[in-house]
């Protein structure tokens, strides 16, 4: 997979790399129009342009919207929707997206359902109850789920979605387009927290949703909500997230190799009772990963340590090279204990760590990780 070109020259100069451009509005002519369209930043802005034309052919679609941050792309497809409407969703997911979901179902903006995802069958059989009752203005699912890494037959839940005349949107983070497009498997919609692997540095909040049909409804909902909502990145943070999309594909598989290496090396430790990785033999969809993935299985997995909630505590304080900190996605290898961080509400094990996978070397992080363990216990 290449992620160069996709219009990332400057045409005025001929440089390689495209400049930044911050003007937040357009001088008309003596005809009254500008030279490219553009009026106002909050629509169009050359340094986006790149990056959204750029994601949208990484995941195979007709068109992709940037926004502020992942929330923020979330806001604009459940505000894309009908008044009261009909949304399914994955039980088990991030966080903060089940916390939004929650809050506008309580404002009464949405009808929420929320359906079991502890394998893949289990949430298309739910998916395909749920359906035939009534069917949904949205089905949004999570796939790899975090921090459980629970997968979804994108392919299954595409076509039940498709035959219940339900739209299908994926937030697709923790597995970008290097390893699955959703897309490619029947989802209408994917949904990225461009603040983790795609920028891939750590240094940007942003989101971006893809649409497979940019004459769908929805997806003119969704541009109109931007424009009237105003969710739109900086000129800087485009240009820096341009810059992270560039080596994607490397920083990617590189990633994915390492986490995988980690992964069956923490099966056999014995302070570890369970890891959780899509690329590992007994997770429990690795038969659908295997299907689904190509170059690698994502950077992030879970474990759980012997010891419960203190042990868990210790050994994410205890690590040197993996450090303690939040998201993913980023060049430095990343620890943290979920439960405390999802708050009361959570039902992550509070024995659960969950790694994000950087681009050190595999055997400093395993001796960063066995040091951490045997501290911890
Ligand atoms: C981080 C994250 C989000 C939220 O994205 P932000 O860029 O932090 O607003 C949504 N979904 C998943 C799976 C995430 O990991």
Not at 62 to 85: N, R
Request: with cysteine.
């Amino acid at each position: 997979m290449c992620a160069q070109g996709a219009g990332s020259h400057d045409a005025e100069y001929g440089g390689v790399v495209p400049g930044v451009y911050p003007s937040t509005n357009y001088r008309r002519g003596a005809d009254g129009t500008t030279p490219e369209g553009d009026v106002y930043s909050r629509d169009d802005n050359p340094t986006y342009l790149p990056a959204e034309r750029l994601i949208a052919q990484l995941e195979g679609g007709e068109q992709a919207l940037l926004f502020s941050s992942g929330m923020g792309a979330v806001a604009a497809v459940i505000e894309g929707l009908p008044p009261g409407a009909r949304v399914l969703c994955t039980e088990q997911m991030y966080w903060g997206t089940t916390a939004a979901l929650q809050r506008w179902e309580a404002r009464d903006e949405i009808r929420l359902e929320r359906l079991p995802n502890p394998d893949s069958a289990t949430f298309i059989e739910a998916l395909e109850r749920s359906l035939a009752v009534a069917k949904a203005d949205l089905v949004w699912l999570e796939s790899p789920a975090n921090p459980m890494c629970a997968v979804i037959d994108l392919e299954a839940a595409g076509s039940v979605a498709r035959r219940h005349d339900s739209v299908l949107a994926v937030d697709a983070t923790l597995a970008g387009p290097v390893y699955v497009r959703p897309l490619e498997w029947g989802a209408d919609l994917v949904m990225h927290s461009a603040s983790k692997q795609l920028n891939g540095h750590g240094d940007v909040i942003a989101g971006a949703v893809v649409t497979r049909d940019k004459e769908a409804p929805l997806w003119s909902r969704i541009h109109e909500v931007r424009h009237l909502q105003g969710s739109v990145l900086g000129p800087f943070e485009a240009w820096l997230l341009m810059r992270g999309l560039r080596t994607l594909p490397l920083r990617a598989q590189a990633a994915a190799a390492t986490a995988l290496e980690l992964a069956t090396r923490l099966d056999t430790h014995p302070g570890v009772t369970h890891v959780m990785y899509p690329g590992l033999p007994h997770h429990p969809d690795h038969s659908i990963a295997m299907r689904q993935y190509s170059d690698g299985f994502g950077a992030l997995l879970s474990i759980r340590v012997a010891g419960g909630f203190a042990a868990a505590q210790a050994v994410a304080r205890s690590t040197d090279l993996f450090v303690d900190a939040t998201s993913l996605g980023g060049p430095e290898s990343l620890i943290e204990h979920r439960a405390p961080v999802e708050g009361p509400d959570s039902t992550t094990p509070v024995d659960l760590l969950r790694l994000s996978i950087g681009l050190e070397d595999v055997d400093d992080l395993w001796e960063d990780l066995s040091r951490a363990l045997a501290r911890g216990r």
